[in-house]
Structures are given as C-alpha cells and as structure tokens.
T-cell receptor
Framework: QKEVEQDPGPLSVPEGAIVSLNCTYS??????FMWYRQYSRKGPELLMY????GNKEDGRFTAQVDKSSKYISLFIRDSQPSDSATYLC????????FGAGTRLTVKP | DAGVIQSPRHEVTEMGQEVTLRCKPI?????LFWYRQTMMRGLELLIY????????DSGMPEDRFSAKMPNASFSTLKIQPSEPRDSAVYFC????????????FGSGTRLTVV
C-alpha cells in the first residue's frame, strides 16, 4: 500500500463547476498537508497547506484535512480554464511524500 | 528572488554516458531535495540534504546514482552509467524550517537516455 493514494483521473469539468480532489494516506504521523499545482512542463508550485485537521480557505480554494479518517480534500469553486493542471497532494513529517497527482481540465 | 535554478533544462544522452544535473537552491534555504517524476511512479524522493549533509538517500535507485552538495548554494545529481529507464524529469527543491508547509521546486531537467 502506498503511503499516499490519489486518483490520477483525468478529471474534466465545465467552466464554473465545483471541483473536488481527494487523497487518502496511511501514516498517522503526517502533520503538514499540502496541495501543489503543476502546469505542463513546469515544477510543482505550492497552492495551499494546512497543519493538522481542519479547513483552510484561500479565494476559490478550500483545503480540508480529516486526520481521523486519514483523508484530505481540495475544493475549487467557480473553476476556470486557467485551473487546468495536475494537482498533487503531499504530506510531510521530515521529508515530503506526494500523491500521484490528478490531472484536471476545465473546459470553457 | 530567482527561485530554485536547475540546469540543463533538457538533456539527451546515449546509454552508458555520464549525466550530471545541477541545482542552485534559494539563498537561505537549508534543505535541498532531489525528486524524479515519471508517469508510472509519480514524484519519487531520491535524496535530501540538511545544511549540506545528506540525511536520507534511501530513494536513490542504485549505485549508479550519486548526489553531492559541496556548499549551500550548489548540488549535483550524477548518473553513471545512464540507462534508458533513467529517462524522467528530475526536480530539485529547497526549503527552510521557516517554511514548514512546503518546498519550492525548480523547473526540472528532462532527461532522455537513448
């Protein structure tokens, strides 16, 4: 079993839709939870991070962490074509462990 | 801030040749990470350094891979001899204890071994 599981998709939605991206993990020692966005032929860039359980909102993006279920989510409201990218969840104790990434396409 | 700088951006080499990838972390960041990304395996941690000292190299696939960090502003990842299965995008990332949330990645080196 991988430490971090993420459905690779692909996921295609119309512009304006609400997008839900999810990851599960097995190591209860993870404390920091991140979402990275990676555009084609670019390095991953940090989108949001949260510490422990709870919600965090930043504009159209909301990150949720449920440590009891070992489940994290990223919600994108009013999705835009510019949101089309691969989204990777990541978790950290000392070093970072990444999910496989979900490829998202938002169609105009 | 120029970010994490990697070179070269693209490398095409023949099987058996030595390949050296380079990374300049962000000034002031004391941790440096080398990752490999493929479609099949996603992002895999190869090795990371704290204060120029290798901490965990358990992700280095085999002895053909080696990494060094001679000073705080430079690191190399070397593959000798290279094989076609080493073809991937190699990313370098850096971070600081003041940034517990994440790393800053470079743009990657796309390696093709033919």
């Amino acid at each position: 079993q991988k430490e971090v599981e993420q459905d690779p998709g692909p996921l295609s939605v119309p512009e304006g839709a609400i997008v839900s991206l999810n990851c599960t993990y097995s190591n209860s020692a993870f404390q920091y939870f991140m979402w990275y966005r990676q555009y084609s032929r670019k390095g991953p860039e940090l989108l949001m991070y949260t510490y422990s359980s709870g919600n965090k909102e930043d504009g159209r993006f909301t990150a949720q962490v449920d440590k009891s279920s070992k489940y994290i989510s990223l919600f994108i409201r009013d999705s835009q074509p510019s949101d089309s990218a691969t989204y990777l969840c990541a978790m950290r104790i000392n070093d970072m462990r990444f999910g496989a990434g979900t490829r998202l396409t938002v169609k105009p | 801030d120029a970010g994490v700088i990697q070179s070269p951006r693209h490398e095409v080499t023949e099987m058996g040749q030595e390949v050296t990838l380079r990374c300049k972390p962000i000034s002031g960041h004391n941790s440096l990470f080398w990752y490999r990304q493929t479609m099949m395996r996603g992002l895999e941690l190869l090795i990371y350094f704290n204060n120029n000292v290798p901490i965990d190299d358990s992700g280095m696939p085999e002895d053909r891979f080696s990494a060094k960090m001679p000073n705080a502003s430079f690191s190399t990842l070397k593959i000798q001899p290279s094989e076609p299965r080493d073809s991937a995008v190699y990313f370098c990332a850096s971070s600081t204890p003041g940034l517990p949330g994440g790393y800053t990645f470079g743009s990657g080196t796309r390696l093709t071994v033919v």
